[in-house]
C-alpha cells in the first residue's frame, strides 16, 4: 500500500499563492488516480481537484477552477496543487488521496489512502 505526506501549507493573505505537495512513498504513484480534497472547521471534507494516472485528464470544483492546478511528476512519485488567487473561503486543511482503481472520482469514499493533511490558512 501507498504512504502519502502532504507539505506546503501555511499562512497566506487573500491573492498569495502556494504550492501542496503530496509525496508517496511505498509503492509507485503512478497507479493511482489522485485527488487533492479540503476540510474547513465544521464542514465536510469537499473535492477539490483529481487527476488521472498518466496526469493528462483533471477535474476540477467549480470553485477552484481557473486558480487552482492539480499535477503530478509520477518519476518523483509527487503530486502537486498550485494555488492562486486566493481566498479566505479557500482556508482548510488540505488532503492528498490516492484510489485504488483505473480512473478518479469526486467523493471521498472512493478514495483508499490519504494522508494527514496540511493547514491552509487565509487571511483577508
Known amino acids: 500500500q501507498v504512504q502519502l505526506v502532504e507539505s506546503g501549507g501555511g499562512l497566506v493573505q487573500a491573492g498569495d499563492s502556494l504550492r501542496l505537495s503530496c509525496a508517496a512513498s511505498?509503492?509507485?504513484?503512478?497507479?493511482?488516480?489522485m485527488a487533492w480534497f479540503r476540510q474547513a472547521p465544521g464542514k465536510d471534507r469537499e473535492f477539490v481537484a483529481a487527476i488521472s494516472r498518466s496526469g493528462v485528464s483533471r477535474y476540477y470544483v467549480d470553485s477552484v477552477k481557473g486558480r487552482f492546478t492539480i499535477s503530478r511528476d509520477n518519476a518523483k512519485n509527487t503530486v502537486y496543487l498550485q494555488m492562486n488567487s486566493l481566498k479566505p473561503e479557500d482556508t482548510a486543511v488540505y488532503y492528498c488521496a490516492a484510489r485504488d482503481g483505473a480512473t478518479y472520482a469526486i467523493t471521498r469514499g472512493a478514495y483508499d489512502y490519504w494522508g494527514q493533511g496540511t493547514q491552509v490558512t487565509v487571511s483577508s
Open positions: 511505498g509503492r509507485t504513484v503512478s497507479i493511482y488516480p
